[in-house]
Antibody, heavy 122, light 107 residues
């Protein structure tokens, strides 16, 4: 059974930092691209960052570029999101998601974690 | 960036109704389109990929179609567990973008 379990969220002041983790199990982690997707209170889904299985390809949304860094440790089956210079507008539930790569080389999201809340407030 | 526009933003339907949700991309994305279902307070669930292929374990009452810029998600016979918000997402290019969501409510 695939499981994705996020941790590391909480309350932080504007300008502060947090590191989110996502522990993966039930699949061959290193074969999968991984993503972070967030959802602000009462709002829709917002893609944040993606990383390929071998960490060669990394992408970030413009809204977090230069402040957030996605990374992974395949030996530990873990995904991370280092969030620096946090802003009030980063307040959201953050989901990690796994994706398999189809025959054309495109990564398709299949499983989602339960989400972790991040609140940025003074 | 590719913009994804869903319509309607909400709809009311009865149990047993056939429901169709539309998603339009601001430029062609071939069939690199996924659909997700989200219930209140829960994580999203993956329903469809490649515009029309069901994810493993997803009920066949869900179907998707489309290519290029125009896509649809159809629920053939709405059941109480289907009342949720549905999102489309393009995975043709980065940044990955989601539609604004369609909330399906009970009439």
């Amino acid at each position: 059974e695939v499981q994705l379990v996020e941790s590391g969220g909480g309350l932080v002041k504007p300008g502060g930092s947090l590191r989110l983790s996502c522990a993966a199990s039930g699949f061959s982690f290193s074969d999968y691209s991984m993503h972070w997707v967030r959802q602000a209170p009462g709002k829709g889904l917002d893609w944040v960052s993606s990383i390929s299985g071998n960490s060669v390809y990394i992408y970030h949304a413009d809204s977090v570029k230069g402040r957030f860094t996605i990374s992974r440790d395949n030996a530990k089956n873990s995904l991370y999101l280092q969030m620096n210079s946090l802003r009030v507008e980063d307040t959201a539930v953050y989901y990690c998601a796994s994706s398999w790569v189809d025959s054309r080389g495109y990564s398709v999201i299949d499983y989602w974690g339960q989400g972790i809340r991040v609140t940025v407030s003074s | 960036d590719i913009q994804m526009t869903q319509s309607p933003s909400s709809l009311s339907a009865s149990v047993g109704d056939r429901v169709t949700i539309t998603c339009r991309a601001s430029q062609g994305i071939s069939n690199y389109l996924a659909w997700f279902q989200q219930k209140p307070g829960k994580a999203p669930k993956s329903l469809i990929y490649a515009a029309s292929s069901l994810q493993s374990g997803v009920s066949s009452k869900f179907s998707g179609s489309g290519s290029g810029t125009d896509f649809t998600l159809t629920i053939s016979s709405l059941q109480p567990e289907d009342f949720a918000t549905y999102y489309c997402q393009q995975y043709s290019s980065y940044p990955r973008t989601f539609g604004g969501g369609t909330k399906v409510e009970i009439k």
